[in-house]
C-alpha cells in the first residue's frame, strides 16, 4: 500500500472516530476492508478507481468464497471511503454511489416443531398451578400463559400484542379486529385456548384490584402496557423451565410458528398473508420452504402423470 494510500485511510478512520464515535473494534473492521481493497488496487490511486475496479474487486472476494452477508458489508465501508473522498475534495468522483450491493437471500425464518409449542404451552399453563405460589408470581405466570396462547393462537405481531385492548378478553366472537402497520384493520382467529386464558387473566387482574384501564397487558411503563423487551425476557426464562433452547425462543418465533404451523397443515398461502398483515404476499413467501415435502408427496401422489412403476 503506497504512503499517499495509507495517509488517504488514515484519514478515513480519523473522521469516523471523531464525527462518528465509532469504537476500536470497528475502526479495526473498516481498516481490514478497506485495505483489502486499496491492496487489491495496486499500484492505482483511489482518487483513480472506477466503477468497474471495485466490481472487480467484488468479484475478487466473491471467488474467495465470502458469503453475500460478508461481501455486502465490505463494499459497505468501500463506499464511506469514497464518499470521504469525494466530500473531503481528494477525489474528483465518487465511482460506488451508483453501485448495487451483492444480492442478499432472505434469512429463513427460525421454525419451531408443533411439539415445542406444545411444551410451552403446558409449561405456562402448570406454572399458573403451582401450589404456594405468591399472588405476584401466580399473576405473572397467568400474564405469560395468556401471552403465548393468544400469540400462536392469532399470529400477532408482538407490537400489536402487547397493547392489546381490555375488550380483546371479554369479546364473545371468534376473531379479533387488530389494526396493524399502516393503520389497517385485519381479522385474526382466536381460539377457546385463548380466549379460556384470556378470561382468566382478565379475572386475575380483577382479584388484584387492577381491573380499570385501557390495556389488557396494564404495566408501569410510559407507554401504559407491558413492553416487547419484558415479554422477550420472561418469554426465554419460560422457555428454559419448559427444556427448550432460550436463545432459539422469542415472540417473534412464535409468530413464525403460527404460520410455518398452518402452511404445513394445508392452509392458503394467501390466508396467512392476510392473518399476518403482510401487504406483499413476497414477505408471506418467506414460509414456503416449510411446504417443499407436502407439495412434493402431494405431486407424487396426484399428478396424472406420475410414473407408477
Not at 25 to 32: C, F, I, M, S, W
Not at 147 to 174: C, D, F, H, K, N
Not at 294 to 308: A, G, Q
Request: charge should be positive.
Amino acid at each position: 500500500m503506497s504512503r499517499l494510500s495509507q495517509q488517504r485511510l488514515k484519514g478515513f478512520l480519523d473522521m469516523l472516530a471523531a464525527e462518528r464515535g465509532a469504537a476500536r473494534n470497528t475502526l479495526d473492521a473498516y481498516e481490514r476492508d478497506v485495505s483489502d481493497y486499496i491492496i487489491f488496487l495496486g499500484a492505482r490511486a483511489v482518487a483513480d478507481a472506477t466503477s468497474d475496479d471495485i466490481r472487480g474487486w467484488l468479484a475478487d472476494i466473491a471467488a474467495r468464497g465470502l458469503k453475500a452477508s460478508s461481501a455486502a458489508r465490505r463494499l459497505s465501508a468501500v463506499r464511506q471511503f469514497h464518499r470521504f473522498l469525494y466530500t473531503e475534495g481528494l477525489s474528483q468522483t465518487d465511482p460506488a454511489a451508483a453501485l448495487q450491493g451483492p444480492r442478499q437471500g432472505r434469512p429463513l425464518p427460525k421454525v419451531v416443531s408443533v411439539a415445542a409449542v406444545d411444551r410451552l404451552l403446558e409449561t405456562a399453563r402448570q406454572a399458573c398451578e403451582v401450589e404456594g405460589s405468591t399472588p405476584a408470581g401466580r399473576l405473572r405466570a397467568l400474564r405469560m400463559a395468556c401471552l403465548i396462547e393468544m400469540l400462536y393462537a392469532t399470529g400477532l405481531r408482538v407490537s400489536e400484542l402487547i397493547a392489546l385492548p381490555r375488550s380483546a378478553a371479554t369479546t364473545r366472537e371468534r376473531f379479533l379486529i387488530v389494526r396493524g402497520k399502516g393503520d389497517k384493520d385485519r381479522l385474526v382467529p382466536l381460539n377457546e385456548a385463548a380466549r379460556a386464558a384470556s378470561r382468566a387473566w382478565l379475572d386475575a387482574l380483577k382479584e388484584a384490584r387492577q381491573a380499570e384501564g385501557r390495556w389488557l397487558f396494564p404495566s408501569d411503563a410510559e407507554s401504559g402496557h407491558l413492553t416487547r423487551q419484558a415479554f422477550a425476557r420472561d418469554l426465554k426464562v419460560l422457555a428454559g423451565a419448559a427444556g427448550l433452547s432460550a436463545a432459539r425462543m422469542s415472540p417473534h418465533v412464535l409468530r413464525h410458528a403460527f404460520a410455518s404451523h398452518l402452511l404445513q397443515n394445508g392452509a392458503d398461502l394467501r390466508v396467512v398473508q392476510e392473518l399476518l398483515g403482510h401487504a406483499d404476499i413476497a414477505t408471506t413467501q418467506i414460509y414456503t420452504h416449510v411446504l417443499d415435502e407436502r407439495l412434493k408427496s402431494m405431486v407424487r401422489d396426484l399428478h396424472p402423470l406420475t410414473d407408477e412403476g
